[in-house]
């Protein structure tokens, strides 16, 4: 796409952490409109819920269990910028796949980008030192099309690799 975007948005966030339990919910709603082309305006939507799992009370070990969901509404994913469509792989979302592997592909099979997703998962954390450790974790979700994601179509999985405590593997 070399169409030119001058995007101007107003991210608003709402995040609870629900104690005691360290529960954490976020909501984000990211009106957009293109300054040059006022037929070009969309809205983002991510919602994030995170719920850490008790292994043992006396051990450093700790897990969590996820849930991302995200959503674009607009009328059509070639007017949106590519880069603010959804992707996933690397280290911090769809682990274990490439970067923007995680998409809907074009007939040469390079990523287009979704306007929605979703990712379900688990992780354990393993502290070796105060700045080392392992991660193993499972996930699952996919990118889609459409506005809404759906639970009908392929879903993609990773599991169990290891990590420094940071993500990146």
Same mark, same amino acid.
Do not use: C, R
């Given at each position: 796409n070399n169409k030119d975007f001058l995007l101007l948005s107003f991210p608003l966030t709402v995040k609870?952490?629900?104690?005691?339990?360290?529960?954490?919910?976020?909501?984000?709603?990211?009106?957009?409109?293109?300054?040059n082309d006022s037929q070009i305006h969309y809205l983002k939507q991510?919602? !994030?819920?995170?719920?850490? %799992?008790?292994?043992?009370?006396?051990?450093?070990?700790h897990s969590n269990?996820? @849930?991302?969901l995200g959503s674009i509404t607009l009328n059509s994913r070639q007017e949106l910028p590519p880069s603010q469509r959804?992707?996933?792989?690397?280290?911090?979302?769809f682990r274990g796949y490439n970067d923007h592997a995680v998409s809907p592909l074009d007939q040469d099979n390079k990523p287009l980008g979704g306007r929605?997703?979703?990712?379900?998962?688990?992780?354990?954390?393993?502290?070796? !030192?105060?700045?080392?450790? %392992?991660?193993?974790?499972?996930?699952?979700g996919n990118v889609?099309?459409?506005? @809404?994601?759906?639970?009908?179509?392929?879903?993609?999985?990773s599991a169990a690799i290891p990590s420094l405590p940071n993500g990146n593997p």
């Open positions: 609870v952490n629900n104690s005691p339990n360290n529960a954490l919910y976020s909501y984000t709603l990211t009106p957009t409109l293109d300054l991510e919602a !994030t819920f995170k719920y850490p %799992l008790m292994i043992s009370e006396t051990s450093n070990f269990a996820y @849930l991302q959804f992707y996933g792989g690397g280290p911090q979302f929605s997703y979703w990712l379900a998962g688990s992780d354990i954390h393993f502290p070796m !030192t105060s700045s080392l450790g %392992l991660e193993f974790f499972f996930e699952a889609y099309e459409d506005t @809404l994601p759906s639970l009908k179509g392929e879903v993609l999985k």
